[in-house]
């Protein structure tokens, strides 16, 4: 048992919504997250790809609790949380944080900074005094790069990128071992992305914890995960090592998003060859019955339109696709 | 002739807290043809350019005096008309005629209560002498244009039957109806997931190979310019910084923010991991617009004369502009 053990290890997850509409409707469900499992290891970035509607924020929202899986299990430190409720819930939001897209929307605009930064203090009963709390609050300021006199002001005051220096600082405030980013860069015009990419990778440096992070921007992705897993209608469909999934993506879906990419390099741009996906993605309240890109794949056979593929190891990777089958 | 030519373009927007000055003494040329990106980030003033290019400014915005807009050969500065109504009544004959428009959410564009057809065809009807029955066979041919698979099936749906993708090419569609000399697209794609995004970016390249209409591309995605434009202009706090072709911008650039741009993008082929180079600090604030370089807060390599005093453009080549005083011996001696 030298091993490290894995922070977080998600198996077979599944989240569904019913979305049935009236009352003698025929019920409607949408598979939003159907059969995740990946594991996440300490101080590690594990990077979640796809384009919208693929389930990536349901994932990562049903991890810290906020959906109910419909099935599966979640371990966090050795223990399953999948149906943990009162106490045991509080304990478990105070080791996994999240941070928010949309950092307008992310904090109360009438609370202060330093309000905003106290409350999930508080909440967990961190500190026994005010003074140790507005203490802490001040050094957090400090690691994201913003002032302690901002304590007072209110979010309204501060812009985008300074907003989402405010939500890394709530997330912190609680010491997690975890936290899940919810793209939280896409918000931000380019020249504040890089800012804020560089906090979360040096705060991660200096304090230790593992991310999830969730985002459709696969060059960033790249640049800050470890592993990268792409996902697509609700299923995993390529995982492993990052430059190992950027430099030779095996799914054929991986190969369409890769190829998708706009290159800033006019040279590269101009004469790279996109591999042609034709059409959109399926809705997932009616996914194909098999493989859920075999709608759209050029390499498709009558198997892949009749049958889920499990999946398969190639290297450090894991592939659910037909093509690697040994 | 230039198809469009921008000479001292100046907004101003009367607000509560004061006057923004949105657009600063922008200009630039366009040639028949050519596909120009225009980058830059939120607040840099490239949306409001355009609009007041396309003569779409909110009520409370106002263009200079001085500002000079000259398209296909016609002078359409609104202070060359006797009024007001005068000039909108101008810009509504040349808006979805000779001037396209694409924007960036299809489903504020698109009427949500209209079917396809209906909103396909009023721009033919509006511009053109075509019947309708011979406006709708356009539409027909427009939608095949743009890759909508069975138009005939689809002309008769509403918007909200068609995926985010699908509504960008009805978009598109209708900004091509009359065959525009000038298609101005604000950030066209950034709505549109990655695999959509690469299929209207490829339909926008054939069209700009298949017609002869310019187009203007609105964007901060560097990917987006760097596949689609033959010249990039940069703006920062309602100006133009550097103005060049692809190359020049990409491979030489001459102003420090446009360096900065580049350097804070990551690129994926890049394994190496360094971190990225951010530029500090935030856009200046357009209420107060600093009277130097707007870029001096921020700057590295700013010097004392960038505070006070306005860089003067420098040409590089015949294409290559930028205004940075780094490229004047001793601050140009100021």
Known sequence: MSEVQPILKVT???TYFDVTKGLFAPKQIVKAVDGISFEVYPNETFGLVGESGCGKSTLGRTIVKLYEPAGGTIEFDGKDISKIKGAELKAFRKDVQMIFQDPYASLNPRMTVGEIIKEPMIIHNIYNTDEEREARVVELLKIVGLKPDHIRRYPAEFSGGQRQRIGIARALAVNPKFIVCDEPISALDVSIQAQVINLLKNIQ??????????????????????????MYLG??????????????????????????IPIPDPDVAKSKQRIVVEGEIPSPINPPKGCPFSTRCQRATERCKNNMPDPCKVGDRLVWCFLYEK | MALLEVKNLVTNFTTDQGNVAAVRDVSF????????????????????????IIGLLASNGKIGEQSNIIFDGQDISPSKFSSHKEYTAMMRKIRGNSMGMIFQDPMTFLNPILKIEEQLVEPILEHTDLTRSQAKERALELMRLVGIPSPEKRITQYPFEFSGGMRQRIVIAIALACSPKLIIADEPTTALDVTIQAQVLELIDNLRNTSDSAIIMITHDLGVVAKLCDRIAIMYGGKIVEIGTDKEIFYDPKHPYTLGLLNCISNPEDDSRKPLTPIAGSPPDLLNPPKGCPFVDRCEKAMKICKDNAPEEKQFSPTHKCSCWLHYERGGNK
């Open chain 1, 12 to 14: 077979d997850l599944k």
């Open chain 1, 205 to 230: 440096n200096e304090m230790g914890f593992s991310y999830l992070f969730i985002a459709h921007d696969l060059s960033m992705v790249k640049y800050i995960s470890d592993k990268i897993g792409v």
């Open chain 1, 235 to 260: 299923h995993m469909m390529e995982m492993g090592p990052s430059n190992d999934v950027y430099h030779r993506p095996l799914h054929p879906y991986t190969q369409a998003l890769l190829s998708a």
């Open chain 2, 29 to 52: 040329e366009l040639e028949q043809g050519e596909v120009l990106g225009i980058v830059g980030e939120s607040g840099s003033g490239k949306s409001q350019t355009m609009y007041s």
